[in-house]
């Protein structure tokens, strides 16, 4: 079974600073997901990754996808209190165990 | 995006019942999911719904305790059966529809407490 982690598995951060999200994957995969999700809340599609060297960028989150070393990055560049949610990395279709990120003042 | 319903959003139930829950897809998909999401925990995939033959489960998982079908392309049920506290939890259904970037779509989830 493919296993999928996470790091941290909490983050508190300020508010203006940078920060990247790991996640690592036992198995090679073409394709690996990004979600977010509020408390209470379904998950939130952020990016989908689709090939080595893969980057996109909404905002401050940017992901990147290195199918060699098994790896994606989830980074977060001059944090707002609104990206406080949990976030979870997917390799189709196991899921991380995911990042609860606190932004705070 | 794949537009996705499940029913019921949540329920109560007592011990040693049984509950079925319904996920309706609007347009056909090959590959559809079951999730199972803890309280403060990752999904965890219960099993994959394959049309036409028995669901794919995941280690820790078994068809006598949650039963799924899927008589085609748009539709799934799952049944947690014989419920216990342990039971309680979000279930989600899920799809990958090919032409979308390969994306994973999520229904609402379906909110069990189980008492």
């Known amino acids: 079974e493919l296993k999928v982690e996470q790091n941290p598995l909490f983050l508190s951060m300020q508010e203006g600073k940078n920060y990247t999200i790991y996640c690592n994957y036992s198995t090679t995969s073409d394709r690996l997901y990004w979600y977010r999700q509020d408390p209470g809340k379904s998950l939130e599609s952020l990016f989908v990754l689709l090939s080595n060297g893969a980057v996109k960028q909404e905002g401050r989150l940017m992901a990147s996808l290195d199918t060699k070393a098994r790896l994606s990055t989830l980074h977060i560049t001059a944090a707002v209190h609104d990206l406080s949610a949990t976030y979870f990395c997917a390799v189709d279709p196991f899921f991380g165990t995911g990042t609860r990120l606190q932004v705070f003042p | 995006s794949a537009v996705i319903s499940q029913k019921p959003s949540r329920d109560i139930c007592q011990r040693g019942t049984s509950l079925t829950i319904q996920c309706q897809v609007d347009?056909?998909?090959?590959?559809m999911f079951w999730y199972r999401q803890q309280p403060g925990q990752s999904l965890t995939l219960i099993a994959t719904?394959?049309?036409?033959?028995?669901?794919?489960?995941e280690s820790g998982f078994v068809i006598d305790k949650f039963p799924i079908s899927r008589p085609n392309l748009t539709f799934s049920t799952l049944t947690v059966s014989n419920m216990s506290p342990e039971d309680s939890s979000i279930y989600l259904c899920s799809v990958v529809r090919s032409g979308f970037g390969n994306e994973q779509f999520f229904g609402p989830g379906t909110r069990l407490t189980v008492l």
């Open positions: 347009s056909q998909v090959t590959m």
């Open positions: 719904a394959n049309q036409g033959s028995e669901a794919t489960y």
